[in-house]
């Protein structure tokens, strides 16, 4: 097997591997901020 498609299939890795941990990193900061805005409704409600 030539190297190029071993390089191709790694570049396509590492792709995915940022693309998982774009998604992670988007719905933990959704998350966050879902959590901070009902803390802050409760806090202004008191």
């Known amino acids: 097997m030539p190297t190029p498609v071993s390089h ?3 570049q396509l890795a590492w792709y995915a591997a940022l693309a998982v941990a774009a998604v992670v990193a988007w ?3 959704a998350r966050l901020i879902e959590i901070a805005r009902e ?3 409760s806090r202004r409600s008191m």
């Open 27 to 29: 719905r933990l900061i």
């Open 8 to 10: 191709r299939w790694k």
């Open 39 to 41: 803390r802050w409704s």
